[in-house]
């Protein structure tokens, strides 16, 4: 993390946290670990084909199944990821 950038906005309901890279760090965030201190952590995938992949791997396949053939593998293509929406295509 870039230790100068973070920013923390407090309202009676809600609590905002913005975070940056530290500039030599390259590629996406593929988790966040957020909590109340370091024994109580939860963890959050970000929106990645990866992510998307290994949890449809895990949900529709149990981890003692064998893999299919790839051509009955499905196809996901992460098209855009906004604050309010995911676009994902599943084929």
Known sequence: LAAAEPHVDV????????LAK???STGPWEK?????DATALKERLFVSEDNIN????TVLC???CQQSAPENQPLIEVLDVTE???HIRLQ
Do not use: I, Q, W
């Open 62 to 64: 149990p981890p003692l």
């Open 22 to 24: 530290a500039p030599g």
């Open 84 to 86: 309010d929406k995911s």
């Open 54 to 57: 290994g949890f449809l791997d």
């Open 11 to 18: 309202s009676a309901h809600n609590a905002a946290v913005t």
């Open 32 to 36: 966040l670990r957020f909590g109340l």
